[in-house]
């Protein structure tokens, strides 16, 4: 486990120096070794940015987080994401906590199975 712990802070540091666009591919590797302090950085960071592309990889990554890892993470992901905001309440960052709290994908859900219950 160390070694997996230490390969992908690894990687996640190389992402960080040699490819700085790769936020999905960063944020995979701290999900790994459930860094939330990076991972809470990344998603405010994101949520703030004045680009759309960038506040649609923040919903992303979010989603990424509530499929990967376990609820007492993304937990705590979602309450230090809430914490650090308090400065921040913006849409977008209203949008990431909806994710990570679970309302948005049980509404996404929910409509999926109507569209297609038919």
């Known amino acids: 486990v160390t070694h997996r712990k230490e390969l992908f802070t690894s990687l996640a540091s190389l992402y960080q120096t040699y ?3 790769q936020s999905q591919a960063l944020a995979e590797c701290m999900a790994r070794v459930a860094d939330t302090e990076a991972l809470t950085a990344m ?3 994101l949520a703030a940015a004045e680009d759309t592309n960038q506040n649609l990889v923040a919903l992303q990554v979010a989603f990424d987080i509530v499929d990967s890892l376990p609820p007492a993470v993304v ?3 979602s309450l230090a994401v809430r914490l650090g905001a308090q400065d921040n309440a913006s849409a977008s960052v ?3 906590l909806s994710v990570l709290g679970g309302e948005a994908p049980v ?3 929910k409509e999926f199975l109507k569209t297609n219950s038919k």
Do not use: I, W, Y
């Open 75 to 77: 937990e705590r992901v």
């Open 94 to 96: 209203a949008r990431v």
């Open 19 to 21: 490819a700085p666009g």
């Open 107 to 109: 509404k996404l859900m």
């Open 43 to 45: 998603l405010l960071r």
